[in-house]
Structures are given as structure tokens and as C-alpha cells.
């Protein structure tokens, strides 16, 4: 079955600095990959998405992440964190057969 | 505007009495999900229904029922054999259940058992 890996469970940053959250699947073949992001006490928001193609995909809010299929990993990255890019990131997969199967999570604390 | 709807925000139950989160979607999509999120765990599915009068079981189904009689709802009962049903959880749906098509996610509703 399927599994994702976020290894960092919180992170802290000051602001303006960069961000790298990391993500690592196990699958056999090529997953589509999602990064999710949300804030205390609300739902999910979809940050960017790798289905096929370009290994380095854009999202929203200034984010992107890049595909490395040798080491199994989808990496979120941010070249300059803002006060409001606080809160829980989550890597999650699908492999086509039922639904997403998610990361445990990452909380992104921003230091002024 | 389009989106989905839970409610409602909080929720508090006895211990031993079954109680149902609505979920509401206008966006006509074909599928809907129901996701359980615990601290430290990240979501994990409960069901999922990828047409109405269909649904299936996700990785925690045990002590929980769904019902999808109308495309735009997929009400989650939470019952009493539900040994810890603490937590958030999260509707979700998409346009089908294919893995290109990205899920929608409600507020969430959080339940806190007693």
C-alpha cells in the first residue's frame, strides 16, 4: 500500500527566509503528488499538484515543489515566508484506486 | 458561491449516543469523502462515495456510517461503537473519483465526545 512520509513535524522560520518542507511516498509506479495546506480549525486548500510532465511544478501563494522520482520525494518550497504562511502542510498521494492517502503533517511556525 | 458546507462547526455528544455530521456540496460533483484528522496523524479516510446510493469503505470505517441518497449530500454518522470519536473530521468532494481531479474540502466539523 501506499505511504507518505513528512519526516519534520514542526518547523520554525523567520520571516522572509526560505521554507523547504519535505515529502517522501512509497508507491511502485509514479503517484500523483499533492500539497495541501491549512490554517487552525479550518479545511484543506490545494497549494500545487504533480501529475506527469515538468518535474518542478508552481502553485499558489509564491509556493512550488519539485518532483524527484530517485529519492521518492515531492519537496515544498518557498523562497521568502510571510507572517501568513503559518500553519499545518500536508503532503498527500493518489495512486488512482480510492481516494488521497496523506502525510502525517508539518506545522510552519514564522518568527517575526 | 460554490463550495461545501458542514455543520456544525462544533459538536459535543455523550458518550453512547450516535450523532450525524451533515456535509453539503454544491458544486455538483460526483464524489464525496469523509476524512478523520487527529493530531500528529494527518487525515485518514472513512468513506468515500463516488456516485449517489454508492459508498465505500475507507481505512477506518469501523464504527461510522454514511448515507448518499442525493448528489449533494453524504451525511457521516458518528455511532456509540466508535470507541474514540474525538476529532475533526472533513468532507470533501470531487468532480469524480479519479486521482486528476482535485478534492474540495469543507470547514470541517469538530466532535468532542463525553
Known amino acids: 500500500a501506499q505511504s507518505v512520509t513528512q519526516p519534520d513535524i514542526h518547523i520554525t522560520v523567520s520571516e522572509g527566509a526560505s521554507l523547504e518542507l519535505r515529502c517522501n511516498y512509497s508507491y511502485g509506479a509514479t503517484p500523483y503528488l499533492f500539497w495541501y495546506v491549512q490554517s487552525p480549525g479550518q479545511g484543506l486548500q490545494l497549494l500545487l499538484k504533480?501529475?506527469?510532465?515538468?518535474?518542478l511544478v508552481q502553485g499558489i501563494k509564491g509556493f512550488e515543489a519539485e518532483f524527484k522520482r530517485s529519492q521518492s520525494s515531492f519537496n515544498l518550497r518557498k523562497p521568502s515566508v510571510h507572517w501568513s504562511d503559518a500553519a499545518e502542510y500536508f503532503c498527500a498521494v493518489h495512486t488512482g484506486r480510492r481516494a488521497l492517502t496523506f502525510g502525517s503533517g508539518t506545522r510552519l511556525q514564522v518568527q517575526p | 458561491d460554490g463550495g461545501i458546507t458542514q455543520s456544525p462547526k462544533y459538536l459535543f455528544r455523550k458518550e453512547g449516543q450516535n450523532v450525524t455530521l451533515s456535509c453539503e456540496q454544491n458544486?455538483?460533483?460526483?464524489?464525496m469523502y469523509w476524512y478523520r484528522q487527529d493530531p500528529g496523524q494527518g487525515l485518514r479516510l472513512i468513506y468515500y462515495?463516488?456516485?449517489?446510493?454508492?459508498?465505500q469503505k475507507g481505512d477506518i470505517a469501523e464504527g461510522y456510517s454514511v448515507s448518499r441518497e442525493k448528489k449533494e449530500s453524504f451525511p457521516l454518522t458518528v455511532t456509540s461503537a466508535q470507541k474514540n470519536p474525538t476529532a475533526f473530521y472533513l468532507c470533501?468532494?470531487?468532480?469524480?473519483?479519479?486521482?486528476?481531479?482535485?478534492?474540495?474540502f469543507g470547514p470541517g466539523t469538530r466532535l468532542t465526545v463525553t
Open positions: 462515495s463516488q456516485i449517489v446510493n454508492d459508498f
Open positions: 470533501a468532494s470531487s468532480a469524480d473519483r479519479g486521482p486528476s481531479y482535485e478534492q474540495y
Open positions: 458544486l455538483n460533483h460526483d464524489a
Open positions: 504533480y501529475f506527469s510532465g515538468d518535474t
